[in-house]
């Protein structure tokens, strides 16, 4: 890339991060083509699709590309892809994989989540790279409690708003842990690499550290706020017919005599991503602080990542 291009680039995104603290009744008319109405603006951010790659084993795969953004552009497909775990794909599955082209497949899960759930099954030559972002204990406190059979015990951990308060405390650790934070921060690198082709990184359910993960990168390329918290609950809708079944089969095995309260651990909730954003806030300020101080992301790597990334 030539200095002048880095230089462009540099502004784009420094435009781009400063469209991204206004308040968001200044978007419209920050955003390019002000004289557009917004009514035709709204039209359009809802006629994005979110592009989920079909799989049996597993319900959450799905690539970012496609959101436009408050600079004009839009995010390139076939680049970036989120996912769940990958430990339960078919050899069918393993085929549509290959036909992504991934160069690098992330795992941001921790070993006892492997243990439990098994590595990834992935494409002749490709090697997942284990990238562990802490679930502050949770996935073995979903195994002690589902273990103990116990509907006593299952309520007094997970019920009484105990499980939702655990997500956000979850959420908070994304921002706050400087172990998590070098994780998110060296997959973003990557992703920001010219020479790094097509990535994939994904967790359990792919909602949540990957959810987080999606948020800040669609934040970085200037895509609105608001697109990228629809793309965050979305996991939702991919996930729930799977998480239905898996209750019903808890309670039918005799081992959950009330399954919902798997419910605010399966979800994910606007409430979740506030808790992360709130405390991204208080320890740095702004999303801008964030990306800078707090992943320490220099101007260069945003340009580049804006580069690659936006048309």
């Keep these: 890339m030539s200095r002048?291009?880095?230089?462009?680039?540099t502004a784009a995104v420094a435009a781009a991060l400063a469209i991204g603290t206004l308040p968001a009744s200044a978007y419209a008319a920050a955003a390019p083509g002000a004289g557009v109405s917004a009514r035709h603006h709204q039209h359009q951010q809802q006629a994005e699709t979110i592009r989920q790659i079909p799989l049996q084993g597993a319900v959450n795969v799905r690539d970012i590309g496609g959101y436009r953004t408050w600079t004009g552009g839009k995010v390139r497909q076939g680049l970036v892809?989120?996912?769940?775990?990958?430990?339960?794909?078919?050899?069918?599955?393993v085929t549509t994989v290959s036909g992504?082209?991934?160069t690098k497949v992330v795992d941001f899960r921790i070993p006892m989540e492997l243990q439990y759930d098994g590595a990834d099954r992935l494409p002749t030559g490709l090697s997942p790279t284990a990238r562990p972002v802490s679930?502050?204990?949770?996935?073995?406190?979903?195994?002690?409690?589902?273990?103990?059979?116990?509907?006593?015990?299952q309520e007094q951990m997970l019920g009484g708003g105990r499980a939702e308060a655990y997500m956000r405390d979850i959420y908070r650790t994304f921002v706050s842990s400087p172990e998590n934070r070098a994780q998110f921060a060296a997959t973003l690198r990557e992703i920001a690499n010219g020479r790094q082709g097509p990535v994939l990184y994904h967790c359990t359910s792919g909602k949540d550290r990957t959810g987080w993960m999606s948020?800040?990168?669609?934040?970085?390329?200037?895509?609105?706020?608001?697109?990228?918290?629809?793309d965050y609950l979305a996991s939702n809708t991919f996930r729930a017919a799977y998480?239905?079944?898996?209750?019903?089969g808890l309670k039918q095995s005799g081992r959950m005599?009330?399954?919902?309260?798997?419910?605010?651990?399966?979800?994910?909730?606007?409430?979740?991503?506030d808790a992360a954003t709130t405390q991204m806030e208080a320890d740095y300020g702004s999303f801008y602080g964030y990306l800078t101080q707090g992943l320490g992301l220099d101007l260069r790597t945003l340009a580049k990542l804006q580069d690659k990334m936006v048309r």
């Design 4 to 9: 002048a291009r880095i230089r462009l680039a």
């Design 81 to 93: 892809y989120r996912s769940d775990a990958l430990s339960k794909l078919t050899d069918a599955d």
């Design 100 to 102: 992504l082209g991934l």
């Design 135 to 153: 679930d502050l204990g949770l996935y073995g406190t979903l195994v002690g409690a589902i273990s103990s059979g116990d509907p006593v015990t």
């Design 215 to 230: 948020y800040v990168l669609l934040r970085a390329l200037a895509v609105p706020e608001e697109t990228a918290e629809r």
């Design 243 to 248: 998480d239905a079944r898996l209750r019903a």
């Design 257 to 273: 005599q009330n399954p919902d309260l798997l419910i605010p651990l399966q979800e994910v909730r606007q409430d979740y991503l």
